[in-house]
């Protein structure tokens, strides 16, 4: 995501893990950081990559899978299932109740946009899928397209 406000979504960030018990290290907040200041998705190794320290180490790999856990369970990072790719979500210094989420995805850039579905929708597509024996519990639409940018330089 591109954002204006990255020390307040970092500040939010910060005041909900004081508030749940949870620690923001500094590695977990450089990942997050790394994913609130790009406008695509990153892949775990892509993030191993920004979190490099001055003197150039790498975290270990599993090191940033387990940060990239706790960032989704904090609900700060969300996983894109189709690219496997992580991206921060939109809604880390809101207030409200986060509701099912869809991301548009450029096929070209890998620019994500996190949009909501409204309630309407959802209830649809919960329906839908009961007519068809399915429950839906955690649903997440990916949906790719071409953005705005790339379309206009195709053209
Ligand atoms: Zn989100
Ligand atoms: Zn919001
Ligand atoms: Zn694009």
Do not use: W
């Amino acid at each position: 995501m591109a954002v204006s406000n990255v020390d307040q979504i970092m500040l939010q960030a910060q005041n909900v893990c004081a508030e749940n018990g949870l620690k923001l290290t500094k590695k977990r907040r450089q990942v997050l950081h790394a994913l609130v200041m790009s406008t695509t998705a990153l892949s775990a190794y892509e993030l191993r990559e920004s979190c490099k320290t001055e003197t150039g180490d790498l975290l270990p790999p599993m090191s940033v899978y387990r940060i990239l856990d706790f960032l989704q369970e904090a609900g700060f990072v969300h996983k894109l299932n189709l690219s496997n790719r992580y991206t921060a979500c939109v809604h880390i210094a809101c207030n409200h109740a986060h509701r099912f989420s869809q991301f548009l995805i450029c096929v070209k850039c890998q620019l994500v946009t996190e949009i909501n579905i409204p309630e309407l929708t959802i209830n649809n597509m919960k329906s839908d899928a009961e007519s068809a024996g399915f429950e839906l519990t955690k649903p997440q639409l990916e949906i790719s397209g071409v953005c705005y940018t790339c379309k206009n330089k195709a053209a």
